[in-house]
């Protein structure tokens, strides 16, 4: 199970840090990501972590804006999110990546848990 939260309304340019809560699941063994789906539109991969922190993905959209981590002794990941744009506006999920899957592709995830509403807008 996933739970996410931080979520808020920001102005464009702002930051604002997410948050997940992970349960019932090899935590420490698992490679995490953070999903996005934009009203009226599918589903986006946003970055992902390997399961020990030290190998992070990022699509293009939100390279050098967006950082993951991750705490194996809390079971949580984090979304530290900074110079946000509008089209960053979206509902956020974690997700646990199927193992020997690719962590990029929106179908390596079961499930997303219950996700945070981010709205970017002045």
């Known amino acids: 199970q996933t739970v996410a939260s931080g979520g808020d309304l920001a102005q464009p340019g702002g930051s604002l840090t997410l948050s997940c809560a992970t349960s019932g699941f090899a935590f420490g063994r698992t490679y995490m990501s953070w999903v996005r789906q934009a009203p009226g539109k599918g589903p986006e991969w946003v970055a992902g972590i390997s399961h020990i922190g030290g190998s992070t993905l990022y699509s293009d959209s939100v390279k050098g804006r967006f950082t993951i981590s991750r705490d194996n002794a809390r079971n949580t990941v984090d979304l530290q999110m900074n110079s946000l744009k509008s089209e960053d506006t979206a509902m956020y999920y974690c997700?646990?990546?199927?193992?020997?899957?690719?962590?990029?592709?929106?179908?390596?995830?079961?499930?997303w848990g219950r996700g945070t509403q981010v709205t970017v807008s002045s």
């Open positions: 997700a646990a990546a199927r193992p020997g899957t690719d962590p990029r592709k929106v179908d390596s995830y079961d499930s």
